[in-house]
């Protein structure tokens, strides 16, 4: 599960719980909240990259590409 803006991280965070399923959220570097902590709390692995939203949310997607590609 990817997500990529504030209450919805941590919605998807406390849906992925109630799922039993990992949630793997992208956030920007720069990026400081205490809903980070909040997305934690409900087991989301917070993953920082890019220095902006916009190489945060792309990040995920080019992933499986990458390992097409090998």
Known sequence: MFATCGKYRI???FAATLA???CKIYIPV???T???VEMK???AE???MG???EEAVFYPVKL???YMMS
């Open 46 to 48: 917070i993953i920082k």
């Open 34 to 36: 205490r809903r980070e």
């Open 20 to 22: 039993d399923i990992g």
């Open 11 to 13: 919605a998807l965070a």
């Open 51 to 53: 220095n902006d939203y």
């Open 41 to 43: 709390t409900w087991g």
């Open 64 to 66: 499986p590409m990458k």
């Open 30 to 32: 720069t990026y400081h």
